[in-house]
């Protein structure tokens, strides 16, 4: 099977990421969705790291990386100078979630409100995994994470995920939308329509991190497809800040998701911690009414 | 054409003369004009290029790089702590050879804030990658700009450049300058022709990582084209001065250095107020004479040592502190010239703007006499 795909693929095999690693999957996808025509600007995190070992590279389009926090300013540079030469391709940043939430905000920003035509796509893995799983501002409620380690007075990362798309619909950008790689056609139309749509536009994608998650390499697809069964990740799209479109589900209780995970164990051992996990299935229940996800059965 | 201009005005027409096809630059005191000026040549289709209205300084240099390395000339200015905001961005520019070529308006930095003239922010950056150019006065700090972005662009080089010269005392003053035409501009510096770039066509991997096997040879080659632009730089001078007249074919300019004592090392604007203190001791009968360093990185060590082969008092004045050692330049200078006989004084001066005389620099050869330096000049006893 990968001897078959490889040669075949802008997203090369061969490169150093875990077995069952949810970002590689999801470069794999967005490559073939944008084809050729792209040049990708990617920020320092584990898809960097993994993809580019020097003298090798996994990237059979133009790949450039710079800094941690800088892709969103490398990319309105890259876009203005094809600008001036009348060149056509498609300018991409593929960022990790600590590079897109945190530490590249003022970057993204100005590049948002400038309005590059560039499509940004962060790929949200939860946490700073290149250095070793820290929380990040897309860390879910009760994660345990390196830097919010569940303890004796803790149960993990005590803020929610921050909502990024909704900040960068708010700088105007005329598309925005979710994706998980449990959901390929969806994410890769999703690409599809950012590239095709001029200004800035911003896809978030959940990739799942097994290494850093705690679970099997296998299970990657189920968990991603476990977060939009229990609500715990939505999957929408927004043009010119309006939501136009979710995914509805018969939704799952957020156990399902959480229990299935080594970040979220202390809230299932040494004893179960009701008010937690009730906590977050409040979470989940008013992402269902805000977007609406609910499939409500005929009385 | 000679036109009496205010400094930044004439880097800016330079800037735009040498075709910049992306600018992106953050309004910063003292070099607000020239971000200004280039807004309003590109507002009034004087200038054919992308301006990039950033949101920082860094972000200024973040995309400068990423038009660079699609294949675009670019221009940047900034200074102090805009600089200091870059510092990230400017190791990864010269680490992926980009000859992006950048005004420096000296100034200090904080705390405590001040907006005046001393050089700690592009001397803070000495050891980045980047070529570092200091001009003594505006027609120097123009012509400087056409040398920098040919000598950074040559393919035996390929390093970033600073063009620094000196916040409010040649930034805001209006001085003659030969300003060169568009023509004669295109004459003596050729369009852009990238070493690679980012292209669909010919897709490539660009800031990859690198581990232990291969990052010291990356940085072993930066260290090799720093030596090989020396050579570069005095082709590139000297082609200037057969083409304009004015020679920069040397990396240090000497000053009254036959037959001299003491030599002043100086870089700036502040080597003009050392010229004319010099004119006027040597009509006293006093042997002194300057170095004029054009080139901080590349240190030109070579031409120094030769420069000041014969006297005895070498006096650094340094418009920086690498606090808890000395001057940057004194420091360079001292190992320069190690087991040499000279007896080299540092001054720190200057600093934030302090202003200097030409009494201060006879003040500093009195010192110099007596063997006194390695100390800060001109301080105000009376506060500390
Ligand atoms: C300025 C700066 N601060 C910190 C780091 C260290 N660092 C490198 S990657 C990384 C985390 C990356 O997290 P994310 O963007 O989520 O990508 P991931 O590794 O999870 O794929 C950190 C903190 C850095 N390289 N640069
Ligand atoms: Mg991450």
Known sequence: MAEHVAGCELFESGHRACGGCGPALAARLLLNATGENAIVVASTGCMEVFSTPYPETAWKVPWIHSLFENAAAVASGIEASLKRQGRSEKVLCVCGDGATFDIGVLCISGAFERGHDITYICYDNEAYMNTGIQRSGATPYDASTTTSPAGACSTGNQRPKKDMPAILAAHGAPYVATASISYPQ?????????????????????????????????????????????GMWVNFEMENGEVTKVKKVKRKPVEEYLSRQKRFRHLFKPQRRDAEIAKIQAIADRNAEKYGIDIKKKE | MLQITEGSHAVAEIAKFCRPQVVAAYPITPQTHIVEALADMVANCELDAEYITVESEFSALSACL??????????????SQGLALMFEVCFNVAGMRQPIVMSIVNRSLGAPLSIWNDQQDSISLRDSGWLQFYAEDNQEATDLHMIAYKVAEDHDVLLPAFVCFDGFILSHTYEPVDMPSQEEVDAYLPAFTPYHRLDAKDPISMGMYATPDYYMEFRYELERAMQRSIDVIKRAGAEFAEQFGRDYSALVESYRLDDAEIAFIAMGSICGTVKDAIDEMRDAGKKVGLAKIRTYRPFPT???????????????????????????????????????????????????????????????VDLADKGVGDMFYGLRTEVL
């Not at chain 2, 990423?66 to 200074?79: D, E, F, K, M, P």
């Open chain 1, 186 to 230: 969806d994410f890769m139309k999703k690409v599809e329509k950012a590239l095709n749509t001029p200004g800035p536009c911003y896809i978030q994608v959940h990739a799942p991190c097994c290494t850093g998650w705690g679970f099997e390499a296998g299970e990657t697809l189920n968990i991603g497809k476990l977060a939009i069964e229990t």
């Open chain 2, 66 to 79: 990423g038009a660079s390395a699609a294949g675009s000339r670019v221009y940047s200015a900034t200074t």
């Open chain 2, 302 to 364: 070579e031409e120094l040592t030769r420069a000041l082969a014969g006297v005895s008092t070498v006096a650094v004045l340094d418009k920086n502190i690498s606090l808890g050692s000395g001057g940057a330049v004194g420091t360079e200078v001292k190992a320069m010239l190690a087991g040499s006989g000279i007896t080299v004084l540092d001054y720190i001066i200057a600093l934030g703007g302090r202003d200097v005389r030409k009494r201060d620099i006879a003040a500093i």
